[in-house]
């Protein structure tokens, strides 16, 4: 394929200092995006230094073409590195990443949750522990290829979604706090992949048409039940389906291969109306399902919260992504009676479906970032405890009204 010429964009990371004795450190994964970010930077004069992450055990995972970090992808950066002309590293990270991206991984599924291990992967590995390693290295900057954007605003840096909605990844982003964003840097945020691809192929990179990662790097061809079975033996086990009136109607082989709000592969057919997961119940090995109108959620519970708003975060109006996928809807934050920052509940202007716990719910005001918390609790009509784990079985008597 055959891309048309793309002229040099102009490249300004707004650092101080002349360009050439400024150095950043570009995290590269191995694909085409940070490929293109390191290729950019040192086509406009930064001392570029490519580090690319060893992050998991081929034990634990076998690598495919649609995951990154794995042995292909390292190969893949040094090449580019060699290419245009700049240091490149690869670091062990293996200890780490085991221990604070995997392990919860697994434990959170074990616990009924649904959890986003690349949001932990940037908050905890990427954006702690690389950027710490960035200034060891004298970076005045650390630069990544998210396409999300960021703009110095009047009280800091602010965190935008990207140019390109159909690539934007603000909502993994997140957790990312003022200080990190105050060293970070994202050169595609205002691009398209289609001129990514452009520029990777205007460089003569091999990997410009290279396809984008699709699964979670430590888990291979999307079978995270595999993962986790590996990481926790013994821990995943058979249990029942049961209705909201506690009546058995089918039987499964771990709640791990449940989330909230899924319709498909239940495997409990001949009911008149489609049964939905409204929870998941670990402690008793139970999946509980119901009819879609028992999903509705009018508020969500969070923990972990990260604010980026000037003003006070409690009564605060925002629009809220509960899901990655998920539109914008309204609702207001409200800080818990704890008055830990911490700990947030938003409140939905309209109900909303198949809410998750282990879900990240991200705020927004238009297209910037307000920060977002972890769903730790999503009550629904069925269910109005919203934690998960608990063991009461409402009957269609005793379910509230919606």
């Excluded at 086509?43 to 081929?58: F, N």
């Excluded at 110095?152 to 990312?176: I, N, W």
């Excluded at 990190?180 to 990179?205: I, V, Y």
Aim: hydrophobic share 40%; with cysteine; charged share 20%.
């Amino acid at each position: 394929m055959t891309e048309p010429e793309i002229a040099p964009p102009e490249i300004d990371l707004g650092l101080p200092g002349p360009k050439a004795s400024t150095r950043v450190v570009v995290a590269m994964s191995g694909g085409v995006d940070s490929s293109v970010v390191a290729a950019l930077l040192h086509e406009a004069g930064y001392d570029v230094v490519g580090v690319t992450l060893q992050l998991y055990d081929h034990g634990d995972a076998v690598p495919t073409g649609r995951t990154c970090c794995a042995g292909q992808d390292i190969y893949d950066a040094r090449t580019v590195a060699d290419r245009i002309g700049f240091p490149h590293y690869v670091l062990d990270y293996e200890s780490k990443f085991r221990q604070s991206v995997m392990d919860e991984f697994a434990d959170s599924y074990l616990q009924g949750e649904t959890p986003i291990p690349c949001v932990r992967c940037n908050e905890r590995v990427k954006f702690r522990d690389l950027l710490d390693t960035a200034k060891d290295l004298g970076a005045a900057a650390l630069a990544t290829g998210h396409y999300v954007q960021r703009q110095d605003g009047p009280d800091g840096p602010e965190l935008l979604c990207g140019a390109d909605p159909d690539k934007d990844q603000s909502y993994f982003l997140f957790s990312t706090n003022r200080q990190q964003l105050d060293f970070l840097r994202f050169p595609l945020g205002g691009m398209s992949k289609h001129e990514t691809r452009a520029h990777a192929h205007r460089f003569g990179l091999a990997i410009a048409e290279k396809p984008d990662s699709q699964d979670i790097c430590f888990v291979p061809n999307g079978r995270y039940q595999d993962v986790v079975a590996k990481l926790r033996p013994g821990a995943i086990e058979p249990g029942e389906i049961v209705d909201l009136s506690g009546q058995v109607v089918g039987q499964h082989d771990g709640v791990i291969g449940f989330t909230v709000g899924q319709r498909k592969g239940l495997n409990i057919g001949g009911h008149a109306d489609p049964y939905y997961v409204l929870r998941l119940d670990p402690a008793a090995k139970r999946v509980i399902v119901g009819p879609r109108e028992a999903l509705a959620c009018g508020e969500a519970h969070l923990r972990e919260v990260n604010w980026l708003g000037e003003g006070p975060l409690d009564g605060a109006r925002v629009q809220v992504k509960l899901r990655s996928a998920a539109k914008l809807v309204r609702a207001v934050l409200q800080v818990d009676d704890s008055g830990l920052e911490t700990a947030v509940t938003v409140r939905l202007d309209a109900p909303q479906f198949g809410v998750s716990p282990g879900q990240a719910c991200v705020f927004y005001d238009g297209t910037r970032v307000l920060g977002g918390g972890w769903i730790k609790a999503a009550p629904t009509a069925a269910h109005p405890l919203g934690d998960v784990g608990a063991n009461t079985i409402l009957t269609a008597e005793t379910t509230p009204a919606i």
